[in-house]
């Protein structure tokens, strides 16, 4: 009886820390699906390959090391006061680990930065094909027109995370234990970006506007029919503005 008894309270104090791990674990898959859409995210803003944004305005550049040093203080930091322009810089732990990643023994299971990886890119989506399409037939004609949209828009970030490799408690509970890694994948299917988006908008849109690079209506010819219409002399060819809603129909506000 007393042997039933001693082998059972064994394999129960086993599975109960094993459960308890396991609710940790938990945790690292979700914060590594965190930080895989911080990072995913971060990507579209913040471009390594300017390509389509430098035709339209400026762009803003960030590497991978700074957005993993970013999400490494923000996504797995615990209590942190407020987000700070130098944790793109910091490239190390948080101060404080979250308390559901500490082992029994309370040590960190996340010890070294270089734990956590980062990879992240872009590429091209299936509607790159019709741009040679699309440039050949501006070329068949005199004025061509057309949206010069950005076709590099796949956006991809994968985030790894190794935790407990050295852990000394759980290798007391499970022999030839090697830790526990996550690895999780986001990728985005989104339209560029660019700081000057109304600047970028508009560039797009004037070369769908076949007036607005000229010769489509020769000027002798709107002085000829302004005979019949005087209003012709008045039309603004090209021009390409927002919309502007009259005063009497803004309301009182």
Do not use: C
């Not at 390959?49 to 490494?72: C, L, T």
């Not at 010069?148 to 790894?160: I, K, P, S």
């Amino acid at each position: 009886m007393i042997e039933f008894v001693i082998a059972a309270m064994t394999v129960l104090g086993v599975l109960f820390l094993g459960m308890a791990m396991l609710g940790k674990f938990s945790d690292v898959r979700n914060k590594a699906l965190m930080a895989s859409r911080y990072a995913g995210w971060e990507r579209t803003v913040w471009t390594v390959d300017p390509g389509w944004r430098a035709s339209h305005g400026s762009f803003a550049s960030k590497g991978d090391e700074e957005i993993r040093s970013e999400f490494v203080q923000r996504v797995l930091g615990h209590d942190q006061a407020a987000l700070a322009s130098s944790d793109r810089t910091a490239r190390r732990l948080p101060g404080g680990m979250a308390p559901m990643w500490k082992d029994h023994a309370g040590v960190d299971m996340l010890r070294n930065y270089a734990d956590v990886t980062l990879g992240s890119g872009v590429d091209e989506t299936p509607a790159a094909t019709l741009k040679p399409i699309t440039a050949a037939m501006g070329a068949a004609n005199a004025v061509s027109a057309g949206f010069d949209l950005a076709t590099r828009n796949l956006y991809r970030a994968e985030v790894g995370l190794s935790v407990a490799g050295d852990n000394a408690a759980l290798r007391a509970l499970w022999p030839g234990w090697t830790g526990f890694g996550m690895q999780d994948h986001t990728v985005l299917l989104t339209n560029a970006w660019t700081p000057e988006g109304r600047n970028g908008t508009l560039a797009v849109i004037k070369e769908a506007v076949p007036t607005s690079k000229g010769g489509v209506i020769d000027t002798a010819l709107t002085v000829g029919l302004a005979a019949f219409g005087p209003e012709i002399l008045k039309l603004d060819l090209g021009r390409i503005q927002p919309d502007v809603v009259p005063a009497d129909r803004l309301g009182s506000r």
